[in-house]
Antibody
Framework: QVQLVQSGSELKKPGASVKISCKAS????????MNWVRQAPGQGLEWMGW????????TYAQGFRGRFVFSLDTSVSTAYLQISSLKTEDAAVYYC????????????????WGRGTLVTSSS | QSVLTQPPSVSGAPGQRVTISCTGS?????????VHWYQQLPRTAPKLLIY???NRPSGVPDRFSGSKSGTSASLAITGLQAEDEADYYC????????????FGTGTKVTVL
């Protein structure tokens, strides 16, 4: 079964770090780039960036440079999102999403999504 | 702040046709980049609905259709059903920002 399984909800104090996992199954993990998308409570979708699952090279959207880190463990077909120095405004659902659409990344779309991981930052 | 603008809400009675617009600019839709659409049912993850402007993934009913013209795109839902009540987002690629991919502001579809 082709799917992305994300780790469970996280409740952290401001200033702490959190690491979310996204395990792929049913397809060749390194054949598709992995993206991360944030959705704050009651808000729309916000693209955070992507990671090349072959090289491990990450690309971050402008608002996600510094405290956000994408990583991989290809041996277990898993992508990770780590957020450090958590702020209350980081509270959101974080989705991993597989990119499809061929070699030209300007035509990519997100054809497979995880169920999302809720991160809450509260003292 | 998204560069793709959608109406906040649209509504229709069961069986009716509704359309959702997605207005961009010369740095995204108008530059020839594809538009894709996602459906997000309440408390669930987004699901790909239309890709490459007009294409439906396997399993998506043909009641959903997409189109693109100039700097805008549209999603049409014909024969509206109660199960179509959801949020809908367009998505494209943009060259004006360092953010490669942009989502629309989102539209809530209500079935009356």
């Amino acid at each position: 079964q082709v799917q992305l399984v994300q780790s469970g909800s996280e409740l952290k104090k401001p200033g702490a770090s959190v690491k979310i996992s996204c395990k792929a199954s049913g397809y060749i993990f390194t054949s598709y780039a992995m993206n991360w998308v944030r959705q704050a409570p009651g808000q729309g979708l916000e693209w955070m960036g992507w990671i090349n699952t072959n090289s491990g090279n990450p690309t971050y959207a402008q608002g996600f440079r510094g405290r956000f880190v994408f990583s991989l463990d290809t041996s277990v077909s898993t992508a990770y999102l780590q957020i450090s120095s958590l702020k209350t405004e980081d509270a959101a659902v974080y989705y991993c999403a597989r990119a499809a659409g061929g070699h030209d990344y300007s035509f990519w779309y997100f054809d497979l999504w995880g169920r999302g991981t809720l991160v809450t930052s509260s003292s | 702040q998204s560069v793709l603008t959608q109406p906040p809400s649209v509504s229709g009675a069961p069986g009716q046709r509704v359309t959702i617009s997605c207005t961009g600019s010369s740095s995204n839709i108008g530059a020839g980049y594809d538009v894709h659409w996602y459906q997000q049912l309440p408390r669930t993850a987004p699901k790909l609905l239309i890709y490459g402007n007009i294409n439906r993934p396997s399993g998506v009913p043909d009641r959903f259709s997409g189109s693109k013209s100039g700097t805008s795109a549209s999603l049409a839902i014909t024969g509206l059903q109660a199960e179509d009540e959801a949020d809908y987002y367009c998505q494209s690629y943009d060259t004006s920002l360092s953010d490669n991919y942009v989502f629309g502001t989102g539209t809530k579809v209500t079935v009356l």
